[in-house]
């Protein structure tokens, strides 16, 4: 199983980035981040059909999450970002979902991370 993530990079307070994880299954799907000095934190998620999707608080309104099954890709727009969104982001995946999807250790496989930068 591969997550690949790409689409970081650094962009000032209030622009936007897009996130893309080529996966090479077909499962649950999520995004977490981690900033410095910080555990690593639930962004998003979005379910195999790609008709539900959930957010963390901190990112209601601002983020969107969706996938392309015929591309095997998950995708997070992130717009309105903050300096405090900074962080590297990390796509994920699990099969089992009887456990929490807030959670890291209900994912079963982990893309390498990309870096996002906001500047203020």
């Known amino acids: 199983v591969q997550l690949q993530a790409s689409g970081g990079g650094l962009v000032q307070a209030g622009g936007s980035l897009r996130l893309s994880c080529a996966a090479s299954?077909?499962?649950?799907m999520g995004w977490f981040r981690r900033a410095p000095g910080r555990e690593r934190e639930f962004v998003a998620a979005?379910?195999?059909?790609?008709?539900?999707?959930y957010y963390a608080d901190s990112v209601k309104g601002r983020f969107n999450i969706s996938r392309d099954n015929a591309r095997n890709t998950v995708s997070l727009q992130m717009n309105s970002l903050k300096p405090e969104d900074t962080a590297v982001y990390y796509c994920?995946?699990?099969?089992?979902?009887?456990?929490?999807?807030?959670?890291?250790?209900?994912?079963?496989?982990w893309g390498q991370g990309t870096l996002v930068t906001v500047s203020s």
């Open positions: 994920a995946a699990r099969y089992d979902l009887s456990g929490d999807y807030h959670y890291p250790r209900e994912y079963n496989y």
């Open positions: 299954i077909r499962t649950f």
């Open positions: 979005i379910n195999l059909a790609g008709d539900r999707a």
